[in-house]
């Protein structure tokens, strides 16, 4: 694999060690320069559950470089693939699927008997082999404390790995493999008439969020791999073991709004002052509860209605608008129709829908995003820039 050593650089900057017990594992990483921004027991190790998929699809992916494997390439099913314990798409044996379904289906549905079936179409149909090709794949990106025992990540005692090991194949498959990084946006997908959609609701919550990983199972916890984009920075997320997926999720939203914050007004980032900030127990800052009649009192002199609220990014104007519509029944019916506005931004090839709730004034803008992040719920508020481009459906 031509494409393995192009990470060095990146390796240097990750691979530290610093093993510590604890409930969760977290690391946050500069997407271009590597730098760690924030780590915490980085280097514990735990069970990856479906985040080994990651490096499944990054082998196939590298064989689709190769031209050893083809997109429309159809796959038979074995008994083994088939058996595979949910999440599946329902795979028999016998049956044959393309290779793209099986990418999708590994990306969105998590589907367990794809990984297998890409597993074995890689290695002569012999899973164990491609463990091992798995295993020896990450040694070369320097993964070292990444050993993996299946294609899928369902559980196996010998089959762990680190935060900060898959931060180092985030950005691998980020670098190495641009024309596929698309695809871990892709929320659902259409396989024989029915619509399979994702579990991944940070792609449809926390701006920027354009893909990649979420994992579960009953030992290794709710782990995840995320990747934000906010103006010209890219952040890449590992967070491992936690209790629920709200609570990953609500760990991954304030990572990111931390960091994302503190770039906007100083492209240097004081990483001890930024570890403290996530650190800092969210239960030491008291919320304010508001009901929701008071989020939009009405007043006599209300004052200047310059601020926005952010909740929200979607991959469709329709999905956009459904949310923001949500929110408004939800919150406050002081909101009209007009105060919902959404965002048009290109990314390359693909569009991403930010909804809004404008006509705020600065206060009205914090009550209503106390509200929602009460409610564990994504919102930023900010004065309406000029600049702003809003789509019509």
């Given at each position: 694999m031509k494409k393995v050593l192009c990470l060095i650089l990146f390796v240097f900057v990750l691979i530290k060690s610093t093993a510590v017990l604890a409930g969760t594992s977290s690391i946050m990483v500069d997407a271009q320069s590597g730098d760690v921004l924030y780590a915490m027991n980085a280097d514990e190790q735990r069970f990856p559950a479906s985040l080994t998929k990651l490096m499944t699809l990054y082998i196939t992916f590298n064989a689709l470089e190769n031209g050893n494997l083809k997109m429309d390439d159809k796959l038979k099913v074995s008994h083994i693939a088939a058996g595979r314990s949910p999440s599946r798409l329902g795979l028999n044996a016998g049956d044959v699927v393309d290779v793209k379904t099986c990418i999708l289906a590994s990306i969105v549905?998590?589907?367990?008997?794809?990984?297998?079936?890409?597993?074995?179409?890689?290695?002569?149909?012999?899973?164990?082999?491609?463990?091992?090709?798995?295993?020896?794949?990450?040694?070369?990106?320097?993964?070292?404390?990444?050993?993996?025992?299946?294609?899928?990540?369902?559980?196996?005692?010998?089959?762990?790995?680190?935060?900060?090991?898959?931060?180092?194949?985030?950005?691998?498959?980020?670098?190495?493999?641009?024309?596929?990084?698309?695809?871990?946006?892709?929320?659902?997908?259409?396989?024989?008439?029915?619509?399979?959609?994702?579990?991944?609701?940070?792609?449809?919550?926390?701006?920027?969020?354009?893909?990649?990983?979420?994992?579960?199972?009953?030992?290794?916890?709710?782990?995840?791999?995320?990747?934000?984009?906010?103006?010209?920075?890219?952040?890449?997320?590992?967070?491992?073991?936690?209790?629920?997926?709200?609570?990953?999720?609500?760990?991954?939203?304030?990572?990111?709004?931390?960091?994302?914050?503190?770039?906007?007004?100083?492209?240097?980032?004081?990483?001890?002052?930024?570890?403290?900030?996530?650190?800092?127990?969210?239960?030491?800052?008291?919320?304010?509860?508001?009901?929701?009649?008071?989020?939009?009192?009405?007043?006599?002199?209300?004052?200047?209605?310059?601020?926005?609220?952010?909740?929200?990014?979607?991959?469709?104007?329709?999905?956009?608008?459904?949310h923001a519509k949500n929110v408004q029944k939800q919150y406050s019916n002081k909101l009209l129709q007009k105060n919902i506005q959404i965002e048009k931004l290109n990314r390359g090839d693909k569009a991403i829908y930010r909804a809004q709730i404008t006509g705020l004034n600065h206060s009205d803008a914090d009550k209503l995003c106390a509200a929602l992040k009460n409610k564990k719920q994504d919102c930023i508020a900010s004065a309406v820039s000029s600049k702003t481009q809003f789509a019509e459906r």
């Open positions: 549905k998590s589907a367990n008997d794809c990984a297998t079936a890409l597993g074995e179409a890689l290695s002569n149909g012999n899973e164990r082999e491609f463990a091992k090709m798995m295993t020896k794949t990450a040694q070369k990106l320097g993964m070292k404390n990444t050993t993996f025992k299946n294609a899928s990540g369902l559980n196996h005692s010998e089959q762990k790995s680190t935060a900060r090991d898959m931060a180092v194949l985030a950005l691998a498959l980020y670098h190495h493999f641009p024309k596929y990084y698309p695809l871990f946006s892709i929320t659902e997908f259409d396989y024989q008439g029915q619509t399979v959609q994702g579990h991944n609701n940070l792609l449809k919550t926390c701006e920027g969020v354009d893909g990649m990983k979420t994992g579960y199972t009953a030992n290794a916890g709710f782990n995840i791999v995320t990747s934000a984009k906010r103006g010209d920075h890219r952040i890449f997320v590992v967070t491992m073991g936690h209790k629920t997926s709200d609570e990953r999720d609500e760990k991954v939203a304030s990572m990111l709004n931390s960091v994302f914050d503190r770039l906007n007004t100083n492209s240097k980032i004081d990483i001890q002052s930024l570890r403290a900030e996530i650190e800092t127990p969210k239960g030491g800052q008291k919320k304010t509860q508001y009901a929701y009649n008071e989020i939009l009192p009405e007043t006599k002199d209300k004052p200047k209605s310059d601020f926005s609220i952010q909740i929200g990014a979607f991959s469709s104007y329709d999905k956009a608008m459904s």
